[in-house]
């Protein structure tokens, strides 16, 4: 979505202070994820301040309370002077199929990660979404997060 024109009143913020736009982002971003995207939560992802009164906020996914990573941002918002003016949000339906997978446990994780130069980094479980019918659960570090451009 992008507003028509500059002052636009379609999507309005309750005031203009970072949490008053944090919130009516993500009560927009709900409505859309409880008919459209199956069994995930919301969760903030970032807020900056681009200009006084003047936000870009971006959210991301969590399915069984692991996050979801994709290689563009799940939903971002620019917020301008009290009115939602930009939005894009990736409508997937993430479902939990009930099955199993297997991942190292952890400490074997932080052992082959610390073998491939990411010693004393946070290892993260994630889900990757590559536009497979299918994600998978997966250990990460913070910084390989970083390098993808989703962190």
């Keep these: 979505y ?23 982002c ?4 709900q409505k859309v994820v409880e ?7 919301i969760s903030l992802d970032d807020l900056e301040i681009i200009g006084e009164g003047m936000y870009q906020i971006s959210f991301t996914y ?5 996050q979801i990573y994709a290689q563009q941002k799940l939903a971002e918002f620019t917020v301008e002077q009290g009115s939602i003016v930009s939005f894009r949000i990736l409508v ?3 479902t939990d199929s ?3 997978s297997v991942v190292l446990p952890e400490r074997q994780a932080m052992a082959a990660m610390t073998t491939m130069g990411h010693e004393n980094e946070e ?8 536009g ?15 390098g993808r451009g989703v962190a």
């Design 132 to 146: 497979a019918d299918t994600i998978l659960p997966s250990w990460a570090t913070a910084g390989e997060l970083r």
């Design 26 to 29: 993500r009560q927009l971003l």
């Design 2 to 24: 992008e507003a028509a024109t500059e002052g636009s009143t379609r999507y309005l913020v309750s005031g203009y202070t970072q949490q008053e736009a944090a919130e009516a």
């Design 62 to 66: 969590l399915l069984n309370d692991t």
């Design 123 to 130: 290892l993260v479980l994630v889900y990757f979404d590559t």
């Design 98 to 100: 009930g099955t199993s």
């Design 35 to 41: 008919n459209l995207c199956g069994e995930v939560r």
């Design 92 to 94: 997937r339906n993430y």
